[in-house]
Antibody, heavy 116, light 110 residues
């Protein structure tokens, strides 16, 4: 069974940092591009970042450029999102998503709250 | 980054057919097509279709997707109570090199 389990979220002050992790199982992790997609409370879906199966490319939303870094460790079947200079508008549920043609498998998400 | 355009809400009766629209431009929907996701309250989204009309295994044939120009559509036939959910479209934008989402359509089954 394909599983994606996120961790690392929490409450952080504006300007702070967090590292999100996503542990994958049930599939050959390195064969798939992966995404981070977030959803603010009561709002729609927002693309954050993508990475190729071997890290050969990365893409970032404008809101994430210069502040967030996506990376992966295929030896650990894990995806990461390093977030710095966090702002209140970054408050959201962050989902790790597998790409098999599109956003085909989603984790339950980890909640990030940026507040003083 | 500008997203795709979806109507905020659609209401249809039980066993009727609903068609949800998603409008983009030639760099996204009109280029590589759209994907559709369904999200029930409190749950992560579920992929219903991708590249316009490809349906993942396990997705009911009542869900069908298509595209005409820069507009993608999701048609849900024989509406059931469990179809009441939020529906999002998404597409790769080759000009911006990002994925873009629509704002979502809340489908109500009367």
């Amino acid at each position: 069974e394909v599983q994606l389990v996120e961790s690392g979220g929490g409450l952080v002050q504006p300007g702070g940092s967090l590292r999100l992790s996503c542990s994958a199982s049930g599939f050959t992790f390195s064969r798939y591009a992966m995404h981070w997609v977030r959803q603010a409370p009561g709002k729609g879906l927002e693309f954050v970042s993508s990475i190729g199966g071997n890290g050969e490319y990365t893409h970032y939303a404008d809101s994430a450029k210069g502040r967030f870094t996506i990376y992966r460790d295929n030896s650990k079947d894990s995806l990461y999102l390093q977030m710095t200079s966090l702002r209140p508008e970054d408050t959201a549920m962050y989902h790790c998503v597998r790409d098999s043609g599109s956003f085909d498998c989603w984790g339950q998400g980890t909640q990030v709250t940026v507040s003083s | 980054q500008a997203g795709l355009t979806q109507p905020p809400s659609v209401s249809k009766g039980l066993r009727q057919t609903a068609t949800l629209a998603c409008t983009g431009n030639s760099n996204n929907v009109g280029n590589q097509g759209a994907a559709w996701l369904q999200q029930h309250q409190g749950h992560p989204p579920k992929l219903l279709s991708f590249r316009n009309d490809h349906r993942p295994s396990g997705i009911s044939e009542r869900f069908s997707a298509s595209r005409s120009g820069n507009t993608a559509s999701l048609t849900i036939a024989g509406l059931q109570p469990e179809d009441e959910a939020d529906y999002y479209c998404s597409a790769w934008d080759s000009s911006l090199s990002v994925w873009v989402f629509g704002g979502g359509t809340k489908l109500t089954v009367l």
